[in-house]
């Protein structure tokens, strides 16, 4: 009894019964498992998931930690997430006098947040490297 070249099904026969194929020559041991672990490029987008918190995870965590781009948007998502709340307590205090405009201008920059938090993410999963203004150059130095 083999496995199958192609799906990795066990073969009884000449054919597999999961993809059909042919198996006259199946390898009688089990196919190579698939590589654990996260790419580059998908560490890099989960660094932004739940900003400060998975950012510092991947900086800590060893396989990522020593590749450049997981640390570079590692760094960038804790720097975007404490500039959030920097802006939020300042459109806070701005607009605490005027609740109805405050809470307009929270709202559209949450709205904003979320768009661009999403972008990075996608960006960053396809391996394009996005630089935000101001928080980038901070973490290109820190990396």
């Known amino acids: ?68 781009n997981v640390r570079f948007h590692a760094f960038q998502s804790i720097f975007l997430t404490a500039g959030w709340l920097v802006l939020v307590f300042v459109i806070g205090l701005v607009f605490s006098f005027w609740v109805g405009l405050g809470f307009a201008i929270g709202r559209l920059a949450q709205l904003a947040a979320l768009a661009g938090w999403l972008f990075i993410m996608w960006q960053t999963y396809q391996g394009h490297r996005v630089v935000v203004p101001f928080v980038g150059p901070l973490a290109e130095k820190q990396v």
């Open 1 to 68: 009894m083999g496995f199958c070249p192609d799906c990795g099904a066990r073969v009884e026969g000449r054919f597999c019964a999961n993809c059909g194929r042919s198996v006259a020559g199946a390898a009688p041991s089990r196919p190579a498992a698939a590589k654990a672990g996260l790419t580059d490029d998908q560490a890099a987008a989960l660094a932004y998931l739940l900003g400060a918190v998975t950012g510092a995870l991947f900086l800590m965590w060893a396989p990522y930690n020593q590749s450049r």
